[in-house]
Nanobody, 116 residues
Framework: QVQLVESGGGLVQPGGSLRLSCAAS????????MGWYRQAPGKQRELIAS???????NYADSVKGRFTVSRDNAKTTMYLQMNSLKPEDTAIYYC??????????WGQGTQVTVSS
């Protein structure tokens, strides 16, 4: 059974940085491309960054150049380094595989609030 636990969120001022972690148990981490998603109030959950098992990364235009996704396969942990944060980055951040048919249950997510 897949378990995903996100952590590292918090309150940060505009222009600040945060590093999120996603600890994964189960096989999806080692088998499939993983992604970071976020859901802002009143909006649908969106994929913002992904990383393949080989380390190939992709980013949504809204975060490109500011966010960096990485993974430690030995620790089955994925990270999201977020720099130059903006108020519009405020959301709950989740991790999961981007393969719809292999997606595990969503975790609780971690809240990121960007505000002065």
């Amino acid at each position: 059974q897949v378990q995903l636990v996100e952590s590292g969120g918090g309150l940060v001022q505009p222009g600040g940085s945060l590093r999120l972690s996603c600890a994964a148990s189960g096989s999806i981490f080692s088998l499939y491309t993983m992604g970071w998603y976020r859901q802002a109030p009143g909006k649908q959950r969106e994929l913002i960054a992904s990383i393949s098992t080989y380390g190939t990364t992709n980013y949504a235009d809204s975060v490109k150049g500011r966010f960096t996704v990485s993974r430690d396969n030995a620790k089955t942990t994925m990270y999201l380094q977020m720099n130059s944060l903006k108020p519009e980055d405020t959301a709950i951040y989740y991790c999961n595989t981007i393969v719809n048919t292999r997606r595990g249950s969503w975790g609780q997510g971690t809240q990121v609030t960007v505000s002065s």
